[in-house]
């Protein structure tokens, strides 16, 4: 006999504010203005499927001014390095800002305390392009992410700390407390995105009432890894998917299925494996047209 599946949506999950705004700039741009020569500063979010999307409508991803011969560049979510943005500018391209207001908002601190002597030290993953925005900003830095590297880190009298506004909060907490366990004067940024913490808590609820949870978002989000590791650190079953086709078919013999969805993770995606899991012949159909 068939089991009768449940599926219950985290209360927080999907495109944060950062990235359902730049998406709205590139709709925008795509259906009112001009598609023609339209670029991202590298991929707008972390998502294939989306980025794919993107391309079929003509929207290309480029990195640098001589990967084009100009247009219109809308800045990602992530944010920019300084110079790069420079380098755009001066070569004649129009610049749409889709920066988060966050990473806006930790690109000024860096700059102001950098300005005044201040050592800062990033706590995020090297190759994430909001740090790398941020880094673009100070002067003398230093990016870490792990409790050993914290522990052996050499920083002057004054220091300034900040988090990708990605990082769990815990993660953050934790370097945190090491670092003031060494030197009481160094200053902390509360720069981590409450819709993060938000995330994690409504996960976190979401356990109690299901047997095993589903991880939507693309395989390089590094919020969406977080999710996942926390799922299993519940104790629970759990996968990060990409798309339907990911979905295991371990999956399908669970009666109460609870899904949850990186920031950079659209609604149709998520309806549509909400869809496979429950069965939903509405959404079926949808799933057939390819909606």
Not at 241 to 257: A, C, G, R
Not at 272 to 291: M, P, T
Request: net charge neutral; aromatic share 6%; with cysteine.
């Amino acid at each position: 006999m068939a089991v009768k599946r449940k599926v219950i949506r985290s209360n927080v999950m999907g495109f944060c504010m950062g990235v359902k705004a730049v998406m709205g700039k590139v709709d925008k741009q795509i259906i009112h203005e001009d598609s023609n020569n339209l670029y991202t500063y590298g991929p707008l979010i972390h998502n294939p499927q989306v980025i794919e999307k993107l391309r079929l409508q003509g929207v290309e991803s480029i990195e640098s001014p001589s990967d084009a011969d100009g247009g219109t560049i809308i800045i990602r979510a992530h944010g920019i390095h300084p110079e790069d943005r420079k380098k755009f500018a001066e070569n004649g391209y129009k610049i749409v800002e889709g920066t988060c207001p966050r990473v806006l908002r930790s690109q000024k601190t860096v700059t102001r305390y950098s300005e005044d002597g201040w050592f800062i030290v990033i706590v995020g993953d090297k190759g994430h392009g909001e740090v790398k925005a941020i880094v673009g900003c100070a002067k003398k830095y230093a990016v870490i992410l792990t409790e050993s590297e914290a522990e052996a880190l050499k920083f002057p009298e004054k220091t300034l700390v900040i988090a990708q506004t990605t990082l769990s909060q815990a993660e953050y907490d934790t370097i945190c407390q090491i670092l003031i366990r060494r030197d009481s004067s160094v200053k902390i940024i509360k720069s981590i995105c409450p819709a993060t913490s938000q995330r994690q808590d409504s996960l976190k609820e979401l356990t109690a009432e299901v047997d095993a949870v589903i991880v939507i978002g693309g395989k390089n989000s590094a919020n969406t890894k977080r999710l996942h590791l926390s799922a299993l650190k519940e104790g629970l079953p759990s996968w990060h998917v990409e798309s339907v086709e990911d979905l295991p078919e371990e999956i399908f013999k669970y009666e109460t299925i609870g899904i949850t969805a990186g920031a950079s993770t659209p609604d149709w995606m998520i309806d549509r494996i909400e869809a496979a899991l429950s069965g939903s012949a509405i959404s079926q159909e949808h799933l057939l047209k390819g909606y």
